[in-house]
Structures are given as structure tokens and as C-alpha cells.
């Protein structure tokens, strides 16, 4: 399919590593995947061939997985290569991060070695805010501020732990750990909360089970090359059927 046959419409948002495009139907986006990475904010910018693809291909293989594991979300179906059908909604400036495993920003503030493990899984927000660096925020200031209500937080801390727990178990049967993730949520016209954007080696780390090796952006993130090969790994793991 050619984008000419996608029939988008006008460009909602453009984030790092995606565009998101209004359809004739109101109810539904097309999300675009690109090969940028950025890191630190976007101080740091770079971009490799096959990155988007492989995103979208990680997310629309987990998603219909968590949908059957009675997680909703945005997801309808993997349009081409580079393209993803998804219903419309209004992302909640709330970015949601899943530790199992202390690293990166968690073991940086609190001098917690990387590696360590957490005796229960961590759940922390972050205001979505390129300007301000998505800070780290607590559900006291995102209810005060009105970005989400006690009730939609409740739902999305529940939704983000049942994700958790689905997906540590699903990539520890390929040879996995699930260090820690990123979730976004949104809100559809009626009000239902449901899990947005993706879940692919930008938004999670993935360390190799056996060597502990890096799998996922912090390669980019800390210059240690091989991102696309990891990235590549990580798509041939996630689709291994076990
Ligand atoms: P952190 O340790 O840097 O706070 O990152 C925690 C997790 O969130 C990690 O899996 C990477 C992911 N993440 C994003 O998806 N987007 C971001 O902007 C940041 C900072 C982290």
C-alpha cells in the first residue's frame, strides 16, 4: 500500500518518532512510525533505516496480545510498514513509567545501582511536557492541575500493572528481562481510559536474559552502537511464538 491509498488527513501531532494524522472518520487516527531517535530531550538526534518499521511491527504484535489479556487500547490494526490504524483519543499528559528493575532516571536520583532488583514493582508519573523535560510528578499535582482525575489515575495504575505483569512474563518465555517501560493513556469520546502509543525497544529496556545485554534506545542513549540490530532482535523475539 502507498501512503497515497492510506487516505490521511490533516497532521494531528508530530512527536520524535511519530506522526499521528486525522482520518474521513473522526473516530479513528493513523499513527505514523519514523526512523527518528532522539534522546535526552532531542539534545541528542539520530536515525536509522528500518527503526520505524520495526516499532510498529513490536507494538501491533503486543497490543491485540494485551487487548486478549483485557487491557483496552487505542489499537485497530497494522496498516502497512510504516502505518497503524487506531481510535481516536485524547492522550492524557500523564506518562506512566514501570520499574521492575532499578536503571536509568530511577537509579541516577536515588544512587541505586543499575541491576538491582525492586521487591515490588514501582509505578511512577511524569508530566508529558517536551519544554519542561516530562518531569517527574506525583498524582497529587496531576489531579490538583487537572490533567487526569483520582478516578482516571486509579484506572490507569491498574491498567499499567496489569500490562506489567503480562508483559515481564511474556518476554521472560523469550529470553527477556523486562527492566522497566514507558505507557501512554488516552481518553476516547465517551471517556473510556485505554492504553495509547507503543511499546517497542524506545519505550522499554530490554536486557538479554542470559548476558544481560542491552536490547533496546539505551544502545542510542549511551553510544554503544548496534541499536538497529538490537532493535532487529527484539522484533525476531517478540513475534517467536513459544
Ligand atoms: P528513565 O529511567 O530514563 O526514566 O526511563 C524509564 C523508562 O521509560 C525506560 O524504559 C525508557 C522509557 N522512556 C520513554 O519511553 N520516554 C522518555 O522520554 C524517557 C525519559 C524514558
Same mark, same amino acid.
Given at each position: ?7 490521511? @488527513?490533516?497532521? /494531528?501531532?508530530?512527536? /520524535?518518532?511519530?506522526?499521528? #494524522?486525522? =482520518?474521513?472518520n473522526?473516530?479513528?487516527? *493513523?499513527? &505514523?512510525?519514523?526512523d527518528?531517535? =532522539?534522546?535526552f530531550?532531542?539534545?541528542? !538526534?539520530?536515525?536509522?533505516? @528500518? ?13 491485540p ?7 483496552? =487500547? ?7 510498514d ?14 506512566? *513509567?514501570? !520499574? ?10 536515588? @544512587? ?11 509505578? &511512577?508519573?511524569? #508530566? ?20 487526569? =482525575? ?9 491498567l499499567?500493572l ?7 512474563? #511474556?518476554?521472560a518465555?523469550? @529470553?527477556?528481562r523486562? *527492566?522497566?517501560? /514507558? ?9 473510556e *481510559?485505554?492504553?495509547?502509543d507503543?511499546?517497542?525497544?524506545? $519505550? ?6 542470559t ?25 525476531? !523475539?517478540v $513475534?517467536?511464538?513459544?
Amino acid at each position: 500500500m502507498t501512503t497515497g491509498e492510506l487516505n490521511r @488527513g490533516e497532521l /494531528k501531532y508530530e512527536g /520524535k518518532a511519530k506522526r499521528v #494524522y486525522a =482520518t474521513a472518520n473522526p473516530a479513528e487516527y *493513523i499513527v &505514523e512510525y519514523k526512523d527518528d531517535a =532522539t534522546a535526552f530531550n532531542a539534545q541528542k !538526534r539520530g536515525t536509522w533505516e @528500518g527503526k520505524g518499521q520495526t516499532n510498529n511491527a513490536i507494538t501491533a504484535h503486543l497490543y491485540p496480545q494485551l487487548e486478549a489479556a483485557g487491557i483496552p =487500547t487505542h489499537f485497530i490494526e497494522k496498516l502497512d510498514d510504516r502505518h497503524q490504524r487506531v481510535k481516536a483519543v485524547v492522550i492524557v499528559p500523564v506518562e506512566v *513509567i514501570v !520499574r521492575n528493575v532499578a536503571a536509568g532516571s530511577f537509579s541516577k536520583r536515588l @544512587g541505586i545501582e543499575e541491576g538491582t532488583p525492586l521487591s515490588r514493582p514501582v509505578v &511512577e508519573y511524569c #508530566y508529558k511536557s517536551d519544554a519542561l523535560g516530562d518531569p517527574l510528578i506525583n498524582s497529587d499535582t496531576a489531579i490538583a492541575l487537572g490533567w487526569a =482525575t483520582q478516578e482516571d489515575l486509579k484506572t490507569i495504575r491498574e491498567l499499567a500493572l496489569k500490562v506489567r505483569d503480562f508483559l515481564t512474563d #511474556y518476554f521472560a518465555q523469550r @529470553g527477556v528481562r523486562l *527492566i522497566d517501560f /514507558k505507557l501512554e493513556f488516552g481518553k476516547l469520546a465517551d471517556g473510556e *481510559i485505554v492504553l495509547a502509543d507503543e511499546i517497542s525497544p524506545d $519505550t522499554c529496556r530490554f536486557w538479554d536474559a542470559t548476558t544481560n545485554e542491552k536490547l533496546d534506545k539505551d544502545r542510542f542513549r549511551r553510544d554503544l552502537g548496534g541499536e538497529a540490530e538490537a532493535y532487529a532482535e527484539m522484533l525476531r !523475539r517478540v $513475534t517467536t511464538e513459544v
